[in-house]
């Protein structure tokens, strides 16, 4: 067994866990509440999959990156319902459980839309390179390696949320275990890739993603501010995982690999900034609020 085929060996196994953890934390009935509000799942579908991806395609064309590195961002942008953003949600105040269904929702309808806008806007991106990913491949990974996991930590949850309160935070901890593995090993295997990736030219096309990414979420909360917070934050968030497993499998050892990589770090760590500012807005206001009551 070659790098790669460890690399994604690793990935696909962090990926199974992380979704089994995830479903070991979720309520079903935050999942049906998500799924029987019909403006907001027209909202996360339009931000998710018509907005986000667009962007991505404008910016790629715009910035001129490379078919591979293009290829990367891409299916990163195609791919939502990343486990981040029920936490990150939860730090900025918003509302948590949205948040958690949205995610479920988001990861199970990629099944059959990450594949098929794959297969629609990759050829736009590659300048002629023939890159391809093969639809159903793809289609078998996001259903065996995140739908599967998810439901079955789910089911227990919802079955027995005793036990799933006993396997949660081994679970967790042994996602980070996993997370920090197989970045290490990314990192150090394509650590050139990923200097030539981080560019300023190419943060700030990353940066501008993320912001649109987070104003079209915005857009399509719901009818309170947490409500909103938890659609930016959620939308923001692309499953970072997932796009390491299909790329590590369709381009392994290329730059597609650490265009994931590279843009999963930017949008966590734009995301954590922007939920600890939401979270301090409310204590600020506070904190002035009592300033004028006393000086009056």
């Given amino acids: 067994m070659n790098l790669d085929q460890v690399i994604s060996l690793l990935v696909a196994v962090t990926l199974i866990e992380m979704s089994f953890a995830t479903g070991l934390s979720v309520r079903l009935a935050d999942v049906i509440d998500a799924a029987t509000d019909r403006q907001l799942l027209l909202g996360a579908g339009l931000a998710n999959y018509v907005v986000v991806p667009a962007a991505a395609v404008a910016l790629i064309l715009l910035v001129g990156e490379k078919p591979l590195v293009a290829a990367g961002i891409l299916i990163l ?44 806007l990759l050829p736009l991106m590659t300048g002629g390179a023939d ?35 006993r396997w949660l935070s081994p679970a967790v901890a042994l996602g980070k275990v996993l997370n920090a593995a197989a970045l290490a090993l990314i990192i150090t295997s394509q650590f050139s890739d990923i200097m030539a990736i981080m560019r300023p030219g190419g943060i700030l096309a990353m940066l501008v993603l993320l912001s649109i990414s987070i104003g079209a979420g915005w857009i399509a909360g719901g009818q309170s501010s947490a409500d909103h917070k938890a ?29 994931v990589l590279v843009y999963g770090l930017v949008q966590l760590l734009g995301s954590f900034l922007l939920a600890l500012w939401w979270r301090r807005g409310p204590l600020i206001a506070r904190v002035q609020a009592d300033g004028q009551t006393k000086t009056q």
Avoid: E, W
């Fill in 77 to 120: 942008a195609i791919c939502p319902g990343a486990p981040y953003g029920p936490p990150l949600t939860a730090l900025a105040r918003g509302a948590t459980a949205k948040s958690v269904g949205l995610m479920v929702i988001l990861a199970g309808s990629s099944v059959m839309l990450a594949p098929l806008l794959l297969f629609l």
């Fill in 131 to 165: 890159l391809q990913v093969d639809p159903l491949g793809m289609l078998t990974a996001i259903v065996v390696i995140q739908l599967l996991p998810l439901c079955c930590g789910l089911a227990i949850h919802h079955r027995r949320p005793d036990l799933a309160a």
């Fill in 231 to 259: 659609m930016a934050l959620t939308t923001a968030n692309r499953n970072v995982g997932l796009g390491l497993v299909i790329t590590t499998d369709a381009f392994p050892g290329t730059p597609a690999t650490a265009a």
